[in-house]
């Protein structure tokens, strides 16, 4: 061989054997730091990464590849686990791909590591193909960004260790989020030189990787004595939980939720207040449950009169903001100035501006904290019984007036309470935003099964709805979450399952075992409750968007099963039979759009008549 054509072989040998080092180095410190999942979109700029993956023996990686999809899915997974999944792809728009599951995470602070190969500097700015500017596509959205240089020989593969564990931290540190690192890779990408594994591989040892440390945020004496002076001697108080992030607390099956939503439930009982629990908070449909917990505050406080008989003299918040418009509203016009918000990261969930202060810190260590000071003196002071009693007759009354609504029709009310009745206990629910969250949230009992509640409720999307369920599931199968599910069920509209059919075929290629119960009203019925309803030409086919999705066709295509139900007992029946299998189960519901638009309306004003007679009779009673 000439010369030249020997430096030349040993320079592309030296690139490729730094690429390898580089990309096995970042990997392995990943992994040291807690990495459990890469989900891994195929392409030839990443195949490093690819590659260091798949001689890793210590993460579990899964192939998708559709890149939004695969984003999702791995977000899904590090909902479920509470720690960071990694998506991988390579340059160009397949990144770009990626964005929504990324605004979901940073609006869900669920934690996310995005790596993404790319070209190197000199085939930027230049029309090189698959060269975009990937460095600063998520500004604004990633808890922080690091374009790393293309390897080089003489790096130590130490320093990629330590980026590895900065991007950890990021991603995990209060709100936790999304973190992207962006990796250029100069050609050769692999060579088949007998040298498959790395230094440290062969043999040696490799260098230590930092690690994250990281406490609760704690209230000091001082402020504690402060909010225990403003509780205590309050009569008409209320604790309004949000959706709250399963991710931020240890992810499913671990110990963090349940013992949220019993520090939750012992502030209720020692202030004697009505804990108003949204469908995705756990102190809802998780365990244990407080005496004082209120279920149907969206149906309640829907009309103006009963948002004044029951306003409140101060209300803690908890969570993010509350799906219920009503309860947003009650808020916003009873509490104003009146609203203790909480929040460990110090975020602000509070879009109407009301709060009148922001308490930064861990909310299951400030109930239970609170509760052991406030329990200490007695019982709450007089007056608090009949305030709750206002509040638990409201609840009740709401109660019976929509299970009499709900009836044996096939609607969004019996859907949520036949699919609530048949779910075991410590299954996943995820629920699709615009109506089926609303829907949970409305006709839910508090009287079903110990559940774990997902949604979307960061950017409220109904985007990567199945891959996110599907990402559940797939982490669940794995082991990886704290303790293992019953099951995943999505309960989702046919308008997010159309805008996630790649979602679908993902779910099936991973062969999951999930079940899809399909709200199908033909197309975005949400907007049938908006105004722009009554507009005479441009309604249905601007907004409503109606689909014709040949379900039966689509999931044999997948290899899915189909059912289709139109009543109540054959909804039952079928979530009965798919609960058992194993595999992707789809339930498509047949709703009737327009008379589903009439129940709901009829069920609210029967609710408000209802309660507004309570408030009657205790102004006549003596």
């Not at 934690?111 to 500097?121: G, I, N, Q, T």
């Not at 046919?494 to 899809?516: E, I, V």
């Amino acid at each position: 061989m000439p010369p030249a054509a020997e430096g030349s072989a040993r320079a592309s040998t030296a690139v490729a054997r730094a690429n390898r080092d580089a990309a096995q180095a970042l990997i392995d410190g990943l992994v040291a730091c807690g990495l459990s999942e890469a989900v891994i979109c195929p392409g030839a700029r990443s195949a490093p990464l690819a590659l260091a993956f798949s001689a890793c023996r210590a993460a579990r990686v899964q192939t998708v590849l559709d890149e939004r999809a695969a984003a999702f899915v791995a977000l899904g997974a590090a909902r479920a686990s509470g720690r960071a999944a990694a998506f991988v792809c390579t340059s160009g728009s397949a990144l770009a791909h990626a964005w929504p599951a990324v605004v979901e995470a940073a609006q869900s602070a669920i934690p996310l590591l995005l790596l993404s190969a790319d070209r190197p500097p000199e085939l930027q700015q230049c029309g090189a193909p698959q060269a975009i500017d990937q460095q600063r596509l998520f500004a604004g959205y990633a808890r922080w960004s690091f374009a790393l240089e293309a390897p080089r020989p003489e790096q130590p593969v130490a320093w990629w260790r330590n980026v590895a564990a900065q991007a950890w931290h990021h991603a995990h540190a209060a709100p936790g989020g999304p973190v992207h690192l962006n990796v250029p890779f100069r050609e050769p990408l692999w060579l088949p030189d007998g040298d498959a594994q790395g230094p440290a591989a062969a043999g040696g040892q490799p260098p230590a990787t930092t690690r994250l440390m990281q406490g609760r945020r704690q209230l000091d004496p001082t402020a504690i004595d402060a909010l225990v002076a403003r509780l205590r001697g309050c009569v008409r108080g209320a604790i309004v939980c949000g959706p709250v992030e399963l991710a931020a607390h240890g992810g499913i099956g671990g110990d963090e939720l349940p013992e949220l939503a019993a520090a939750l439930a012992a502030l209720a009982d020692a202030l004697g207040w009505p804990l108003l629990a949204d469908a995705a908070a756990p102190a809802r449909f998780g365990a244990p449950r407080t005496a004082h917990l209120i279920s149907h505050a969206d149906s309640v406080l829907a009309a103006a009169p009963a948002r004044r008989w029951l306003a409140p003299e101060l209300v803690l918040h908890f969570g993010r903001t509350p799906t219920s418009k009503a309860v947003q509203g009650w808020l916003e016009q009873q509490a104003a100035g009146r609203t203790l918000l909480i929040d460990e990261a110090g975020q602000w969930h509070d879009p109407s501006r009301s709060a009148d202060t922001l308490v930064a810190a861990a909310p299951g260590t400030l109930c239970r904290t609170l509760a052991a000071r406030l329990a200490d003196p007695g019982p709450p002071p007089p007056g608090t019984a009949a305030w709750w009693q206002r509040w638990a007759r409201a609840d009740a009354t709401a109660s019976a007036v929509l299970t009499a609504h709900a009836g044996e029709a096939l609607w969004e009310a019996g859907v949520v309470r036949e699919l609530l009745a048949a779910l075991p206990p410590r299954s996943v629910l995820h629920v699709a935003s615009s109506m089926p969250i609303r829907d949970l949230e409305t006709f839910g009992e508090r009287g079903a099964a110990a559940l774990y509640v997902s949604a979307n409720r960061g950017a409220n999307g109904i985007d990567g709805t199945v891959a996110s369920a599907g990402g559940l599931a797939w982490a669940l199968a794995a082991g990886t979450a704290p303790r293992p599910a019953a099951r995943v069920v999505a309960l989702l509209g046919d308008l997010a399952l159309a805008h996630d059919l790649g979602g679908l075929a993902t779910a099936a290629q991973l062969g999951l075992d999930l079940t899809l119960v399909v709200l199908a009203n033909g197309g975005g019925g949400i907007f049938e409750y908006l105004p722009i309803a009554a507009h005479p030409t441009a309604f249905s086919a601007y907004f409503l968007a109606p689909q014709r999705l040949a379900l039966p066709e689509l999931c044999a295509a997948v290899g899915a099963r189909w059912h289709g139900v139109q009543t109540r007992a054959a909804l039952a029946a079928a979530l009965q039979q798919e609960l058992q299998r194993s595999g992707i189960g789809v339930i498509e519901v047949a709703i009737d759009r327009r008379d589903s638009v009439e129940r709901h309306h009829r069920a609210t004003a029967a609710v408000a008549t209802a309660v507004a007679a309570l408030h009657t009779e205790s102004e006549e009673s003596p």
